[in-house]
C-alpha cells in the first residue's frame, strides 16, 4: 500500500505561481513513477507530468515550460513548481504513484487550484 498527501493548492491570479508537494508513505520501493494529474469541472482527468525514480520526467505538451516537476527521494516527496499560471490551469490536481509490477495506481485526495483572470 502507498498513501499520498497533497499541500500547496489555493489561489493565485493569472501569471502567479504555486508550488504543489505530495508526500508519500508506505511501500515507497514499489513505486515505479510518482506524477501529477488535474481534473477541471466537466473534465477528465488528466497527466501534468511524472518523474522516475531516477530523475527521468515526461509532461503533457501543454505544461511544457511552464511546470517543473520534481523529487525528494529523502523525503518521498514530489513537488510541482507550477509558473506563470493561467486560469484554465484551474484544477484539482491529484497526486499519483504507480506500481508497475501490480499495474496499480494510487491517488492522493487532490488540492484545489484556483486561477484568477
Known amino acids: 500500500q502507498v498513501q499520498l498527501v497533497e499541500s500547496g493548492g489555493g489561489l493565485v491570479q493569472a501569471g502567479g505561481s504555486l508550488r504543489l508537494s505530495c508526500a508519500a508513505s508506505g511501500n515507497i520501493p514499489s513505486i515505479d513513477t510518482l506524477g501529477w494529474y488535474r481534473q477541471a469541472p466537466g473534465n477528465q482527468r488528466e497527466l501534468v507530468a511524472r518523474i522516475w525514480t531516477a530523475g527521468t520526467t515526461y509532461y503533457a505538451d501543454s505544461m511544457k515550460g511552464r511546470f517543473t516537476i520534481s523529487r525528494d527521494n529523502a523525503k518521498n516527496t514530489v513537488y510541482l513548481q507550477m509558473n506563470s499560471l493561467k486560469p484554465e490551469d484551474t484544477a484539482v490536481y491529484y497526486c499519483?504513484?504507480?506500481?508497475?509490477?501490480?499495474?496499480?495506481?494510487?491517488w492522493g485526495q487532490g488540492t484545489q487550484v484556483t486561477v484568477s483572470s
Open positions: 499519483n504513484a504507480y506500481q508497475g509490477l501490480r499495474d496499480k495506481n494510487y
